[in-house]
């Protein structure tokens, strides 16, 4: 299948959509729009929907999917800032001292990443690469490809490219079938085999692969992972939007330990 651009990220968008309980068409309108967060069964697999507050910007304005219980202080909030303030802080404090009153707190921020079809190029690197499927991940569920594979839900993970020095396994990208139309790329390289080219040209591998099979390819890293933000540009991606989620305390508190 061949996808434009456009196509990538309408297709994105309608996703979004999905995960959020709003129309697609939401994230371009000028103002901010907030909607109630709702359960889906096409949503990304690992959302834990609803959600009391998710907010989501593809660049022109907000959608909060949000607990009705705090669409007020939401409300208060996306409409007191310029968007890109509303993701960082000292403003997201003030999101988050709210929430904090109702046991909440801010616990994800993550940008995510597009493929742009003028820039992906297939990559050189210098060891041998193999097509992967779920089969090969078996025996890989361990801390070294713990960004490419997910032991959480081993289920997902669908396609993936390594790279081999001989017979050793030395970098890999694997990605996750997260919803219909969308595969999340993930990625490792061991230590000793870094800053050779290696992830970016499993990534744009990958992306080429999933295309052909007729989805998009996305990719997230969190804004200061600078390694994974720069892999994701080397790799053919363009940042295309941004979420920010609050969960239990509790929950973060386990996160932290």
Known sequence: MSFTNADIL???MQQSSIDANCDAGDFLKAESVIVPSAVNPRARKYLSLPLDC???S???NIVASVNEKYRALVTAYINRFPV????ETPNMHILNDELQKEDKRICFMA???LPDIHELKRLEHPYTTKLMRAEDFQTLYTPEWSNALCDK???LD???VGAYDGNKLVGLAACSADCESMWQIGVDVLPAYRRQGVASALTSRLAFEILERGKVPFYCAAWSNIKSVRNAIRSGFRPAWVEMTAK???FVEEMNF
């Open 10 to 12: 309408q297709i994105a």
């Open 54 to 56: 998710h907010l989501i």
């Open 58 to 60: 593809y660049g022109n």
């Open 84 to 87: 890109e303030h509303c993701f």
């Open 111 to 113: 940008e995510y990443f």
């Open 153 to 155: 839900r081993p289920e």
């Open 158 to 160: 669908v396609l993936g």
């Open 248 to 250: 239990d305390a509790s």
